[in-house]
């Protein structure tokens, strides 16, 4: 059974920094790759960033590229995404993805 549980979220400043994990199992982790995606109310579930099979291969999207950095562990088979220099705009539930699966989401705040 495939499980993505994702963990870090949080309330924090503008400018501040969060660090999201996302903890898999049920499939062969160390062989694909995983995205993160986050959704504000009301818009679209919006891609953020993708880690391929071996993490040599990274892409972000245009609104987070230079502050956000996703990585994975194959050990404990988890893949993160750090944020840094947090602004308003990146305010929504982030979620980890692979295939068709999705996890539950981690909520991040960014506020004064």
């Known amino acids: 059974q495939v499980q993505l549980v994702e963990s870090g979220g949080g309330l924090v400043q503008p400018g501040g920094s969060l660090r999201l994990s996302c903890a898999a199992s049920g499939f062969p982790f160390s062989f694909v790759g995983m995205n993160w995606y986050r959704r504000t109310p009301g818009k679209e579930r919006e891609w953020v960033a993708t880690?391929?099979?071996?993490?040599?291969?990274?892409n972000y999207a245009d609104s987070v590229k230079g502050r956000f950095t996703i990585a994975r562990d194959d050990t404990k088979k988890t893949v993160l995404l750090q944020m840094n220099s947090l602004e308003p705009e990146d305010t929504a539930v982030y979620y980890c993805?692979?295939?068709?699966?999705w996890g539950q989401g981690t909520q991040v705040t960014v506020s004064a």
């Open positions: 993805n692979w295939a068709n699966y």
């Open positions: 880690i391929d099979f071996a993490g040599r291969n990274t």
